[in-house]
């Protein structure tokens, strides 16, 4: 990986903070343009909330529905495909359908053709505490973003949205304009650690996939932080440790001092408390 600073790791498109080695300003451009299929399977995630996760247990969930491996060339997150994958003839656009899809971006810098073919969207969401914790983690082991220097300098920039993709409250209003829309489905981290089975059920049937019971309870089996944390290895390579840290609830508990979980409780009050999207995160 090219040697860059701190500093440079991160830079500003529309406003907001996007990884400088990892999506950089070319591939969001190219993005916009990019055309949507009716039958793609589109991921959603703030960082942190479990993309990763669902992403396991989604390749299963195709692979038992459809008999066909998603493992393809198509990597996770679309903002890491560049112009020369987007173009015709290429990755993305001659990969078979259905195609699956994922992306860390604020639900208004989607490509809009997803909203105009109605694709089906999935979003995963996780209580924003939890979240920061792992995002600050994931910042200290990861060399494409800045370091987190210190937890209450990361506290500071999580809470003003000055990390990479963006605040996380943006994305939980943006996503709020569209729980009402039968194609956004929103699944929490929380609900997925309470019940595995009945989450693969839910996401299940919203792409129209049939699964037997033995087969939901096989890719359950399969999605546990431990069997997910064994096979990261060849999942993640070096980074599996990193994707695969702890996968718990509640280890804010841990990090968050008194006044700043206080803090945290108010801006979720202010901003987040009578909606939608804040009734799921079940705060
Ligand atoms: P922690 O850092 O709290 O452990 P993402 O994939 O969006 O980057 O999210 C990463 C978080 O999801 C990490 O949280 C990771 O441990 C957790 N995670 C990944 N797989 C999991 C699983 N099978 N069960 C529970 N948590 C999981």
Redesign the pocket.
Known sequence: AKEISDEEKLYRYNGVLYSTLLSPEEHLKCLEKMQAREDDIMLV?Y???????MV?VMRKIIAAATGVKSESKIPPLMEFYGPENLKVESVLDEAPSPRFLGTHLHPNNIPASFYEKKTKILV?FRNPK?TM??FY??SNSNPALPSAKSWDTFYSQFMSGEVAWGSYFDHALGWEKKMDDPNVMVVT?EE??QDLSESIRKVSSFYGFSLTDAQVQQIADA???K??KESSASSHGNMGNV??????VG?WKNHFTPEQSREMDEVFNKRLAGTKIGAKLNY
């Open positions: 995630a960082p942190k909330c479990g993309f990763n996760w396991g995963v939890d914790v792992s983690h994931f981290y997925m650690k999605s546990t932080f069997a997910m994707f695969f840290r702890k996968g718990e280890d």
